[in-house]
């Protein structure tokens, strides 16, 4: 299996932790990521949050590719350069901002308010 992170550990990264345990045996979740220290330390489902400063180090050690990017809006381009540069090859960007990485770098970018106004866009389509 591949070894995957959630990086920001707000409500959206403490779902994505909870909803991923167990759903995809190929897919290994082993760690989040956060700057707020009332996180760093919490573990849900045995998966642990680390200060963000630990990055590079627990990628290296826990042999992690991918990367699932839920951090507020203004961190996202930031965090996700930072992401790159410590070997993460595959990124799923559950932020708002689009982003323009390497061309060896796999995205895959999902805004959930579009996937809602594509939805109501049908439904108020198919009810005319």
Not at 42 to 58: A, K, Q, V
Not at 104 to 123: C, H, P, R
């Amino acid at each position: 299996p591949l070894n995957v992170i959630v990086v920001g550990y707000g409500n959206l990264g403490k779902a994505i932790t909870t909803y991923f345990i167990g759903n995809r045996p190929q897919l290994n979740l082993v760690a989040a990521f956060d700057i707020d220290p009332k996180k760093i330390g919490l573990s849900i489902s045995n998966i642990p949050c680390y200060s963000i400063d630990r990055l590079r180090e627990i990628i290296a050690l826990k042999d992690i590719s991918i990367a699932i990017l839920t951090v507020p809006t203004q961190s996202a381009r930031e965090m996700a350069k930072v992401l790159v540069s410590t070997g993460i090859k595959g990124l799923l960007n559950f932020t708002t901002v689009n982003l323009n990485l390497e061309k060896d770098i796999y995205l895959e970018e999902y805004d959930m308010i579009t996937s809602l106004e594509k939805v109501a866009y049908f439904v108020k389509h198919r009810e005319e």
